[in-house]
């Protein structure tokens, strides 16, 4: 199994201005190297956390998905982020797996956050995502979801993990972060997978402050890559997929692990 390269990109995020956003995304990610796999962006990203959806959510054939795709398209890479979908006459906050011939894969976020009213915008999700690049079985989440070890976690069956890689894209303000930097070497340490955590920086229209403190973490539990708090940036990390499976092979937790059913 190859390795996969990894761009993440932690970012001030413009209040409510897609088109500032959109802009501003576009230079970031001229700065992705080449032959990346996937690229990770922030939740929300066309708008800042939390918007109203009746004024900013776009349907799954909007501007937004097909921006997407050409970034995608441009740099052969699956891009990956958030930002409210209508579909059926309901809103989501919604995960989009953008790959780069256009097609893609939704996860509504499961957690919608309640004390910041988010529940009473958006609906939430009912269903997991695994999905699949070069091999690897990758679980993508949003933000609060974090809070919820349940729904992160993987599952053994026939010698075989659930899945190799999970990430969090968030809005997480930095008077919380000791719970994301806490939590995130936790869901690596408890699930035996690569983990990763994408996180903002700036200010919101509520005052909140964002440190980001995006990073990377192996199956051990250590941060092999992290981004400079309260600082814009554009990370790459390669994720050693011989080198997981090792550790999986050296202290297989998986066979122990309890049997388990979510229901939604």
């Keep these: 199994m190859q390795n996969l390269n990894l761009a993440y990109i932690q970012a001030d995020l413009r209040w409510e201005d897609k088109r500032a956003n959109l802009a ?17 962006l922030p939740e929300t990203f066309t708008t ?32 990956a982020t958030t930002f409210p979908i209508e579909k059926d006459g309901h809103y989501y906050n919604s995960l989009v797996w953008m790959r ?3 097609s893609y894969e939704l996860y509504f976020k499961r957690h919608t956050f309640t004390m910041g009213g988010e529940d009473k915008l958006v609906e939430r999700g009912e269903k997991q995502l695994i999905v ?8 993508p989440m949003v933000c609060y979801d974090i809070r919820f070890p349940v729904w992160a976690r993987n599952r053994y069956k026939n ?12 809005n997480f303000p930095d008077s919380r972060m000791i719970v994301w930097n806490t ?3 936790a869901r690596a340490i408890e699930n035996q997978a690569y983990w990763i955590g994408v ?25 092999i890559s992290k981004a400079e708090p309260y600082h814009e940036a554009v990370l790459h990390s390669t994720l050693d997929y011989a080198a997981l499976q090792r ?6 937790l998986g066979p122990d692990w309890d049997g388990f059913e979510i229901n939604t």
């Design 24 to 40: 501003h995304f576009e230079e970031l990610l001229a700065q992705v190297q080449p032959e990346t796999d996937l690229i990770l």
């Design 48 to 79: 800042a956390f939390p918007v109203d959806p009746k004024r900013f959510a776009e349907p799954l054939d909007g501007p937004t998905m097909q921006w997407l795709h050409n970034q995608a398209n441009a740099k052969n890479a699956v891009i």
């Design 100 to 102: 780069p011939d256009g």
């Design 132 to 139: 699949e690049l070069n091999g690897w079985k990758i679980k």
């Design 159 to 170: 010698g075989k993990y659930e899945y190799d890689l999970a990430f969090y894209l968030a």
């Design 183 to 185: 939590l995130l070497v």
């Design 199 to 223: 996180n903002r920086v700036g200010e919101d229209a509520h005052g909140l402050h964002y440190s980001g403190e995006s990073q990377v973490i192996n199956a051990r539990g250590e941060i």
């Design 247 to 252: 550790f999986r092979t050296k202290f297989p």
